[in-house]
């Protein structure tokens, strides 16, 4: 099986070879990639569109349809990983019981099924059973780090008009901020800051976003994510309101794409059970 | 065909080479590994050169990035002086779902794992069979 494999990969791999032969050459700016659509894109977009920026234009406006059902994917996915793993069966007993660790001296105490500790005790705090190291400069530098992280994020959701950027890729950021932050702690904080319904409500606000905007330009008569017609929502002209059309269809992206993200990691790190993780 | 041509010819495609190297790593990855995370391992290598050759298909020689100065307006754009903006659009939308299916992927291998106590191939199928 083996051995076959690797015969049909390599044979594979040689007919593709054979193919480049009748390829363009690298960097040949008469290649047909280059010569059919794409002119139209590098000419048209800043008038049509006012976003300097192509890549955004093409994404968020001339294949608005592409992207609108790609979020439908990370919806989709993040939907069907939480329907494979999630488990909802928490008994109340089980609540107090783990591992607590005596902040002063380091003592780490196993609470059993049905034991608890005082309530609001300051001098013990919970602790994973798989995950116990404590490191005080990796936490204290994440929390350094991590503001500065988020208003990254921001600002490539906010800034991807211009510059390289938009709202996958802040989305993006702005999750793997979150992510950082329950690595360098722990996931139990990190729902207590950004609870799992918050994320999953967050995931179909995303998609939302972007559906709505669709929507309200067919009301508003035009076509379906055809942003000129919001002109008179926003009070702009036709052009500059693709360019705003774009940017909130961009922060829908960038909603879903984060709690996507995020809902991702607590779901695969916890195993679904949502109280403990890497 | 002379020296000269096959240098060129090496000049001018070996960046496709490369991609179909790794496709191949990816694919006989997929193909030959019993582990299932080792074969999610080798999806993912594969999207990576798919994406990676898309993006090479973008360059033009000489040429800048797809973002115009607001100078630009009005102006008559030459297409050969920016790069093409459109395989970079769609290997956007490619690694957004190549990370969805790597969670979900992720997310199946946890279940498999969780009933059958192993990742590898052949140990499910036999535990499959058993039962």
């Known amino acids: 099986m083996k051995r076959l494999g690797l015969l049909a990969v390599i044979l594979f791999g040689a007919l593709l070879v054979y193919g480049t032969t009748d390829f363009p050459d690298w960097g040949d700016p008469s290649s047909p990639a280059a010569t059919h659509l794409s002119p139209y894109y590098i000419q048209h977009s800043l008038h049509d569109t006012a976003v300097p920026n192509i890549v955004t234009a093409v994404l968020a406006d001339y294949r608005g349809y592409d992207t609108m059902f790609e979020t439908a994917v990370i919806f989709t996915a993040g939907l069907a990983c939480l329907f494979l793993l999630r488990v909802f069966i928490t008994p109340k007993e089980t609540e107090a019981s783990g591992l607590y660790r005596h902040r002063a001296t380091g003592i780490t105490l196993r609470i059993g099924q049905g034991g608890r500790l005082p309530l609001g005790t300051r001098e013990f705090e919970r602790i994973d059973s798989q995950w116990v190291p404590y490191d005080l400069i990796i936490r204290t530098a994440c929390s350094l780090v991590l503001p500065f992280i988020q208003l990254f994020a921001l600002y490539v959701v906010a800034h991807g008009h211009h510059s390289p950027g938009g709202g996958f890729q802040g989305g993006v950021i702005f999750g793997a901020a979150l992510i950082l932050f329950a690595i360098s702690h722990n996931l139990r904080t990190t729902l207590k800051a950004m609870p799992e319904k918050r994320t999953n409500i967050l995931t179909g606000t995303g998609v939302l976003i972007y559906v709505g905007t669709g929507v309200l330009c067919l009301l508003l008569g035009g076509q379906f994510l055809d942003y000129a017609a919001l002109a008179g929502l926003l009070g702009v002209d036709p052009v500059m309101a693709r360019s705003h059309g774009i940017l909130i269809v961009e922060i829908g992206v960038a909603i879903a794409v984060m709690a996507v993200m995020v809902s991702l990691y607590y779901n695969l790190a916890s195993a679904g059970h949502m109280d403990e993780g890497l | ?131």
Not at chain 2, 56 to 63: D, F, L
């Open chain 2, 1 to 131: 065909m002379t020296t000269a041509g096959y240098i060129n010819l090496i000049i001018a495609k070996y960046n496709y080479w490369i991609y179909i190297v790794l496709m191949c790593i990816g694919l006989w990855a997929m193909i030959a590994k019993r582990n299932l995370i080792k074969k999610i391992i080798g999806m993912n290598i594969l999207q990576t050169a798919i994406i990676l050759f898309y993006v090479s298909i973008a360059t033009k020689k000489g040429a800048t990035l797809p973002i115009l100065g607001h100078h630009d307006a009005g102006h008559f754009v030459d297409y050969a002086t920016v790069i093409n903006p459109l395989p970079h659009v769609l290997m956007l939308t490619a690694i957004v779902v190549s990370v969805a299916t790597l969670g979900v992927a992720l997310a199946l291998a946890m279940k498999i794992y969780n009933r059958y106590d192993t990742l590898e191939e052949d140990e499910i199928h036999a535990r499959v069979r058993e039962s």
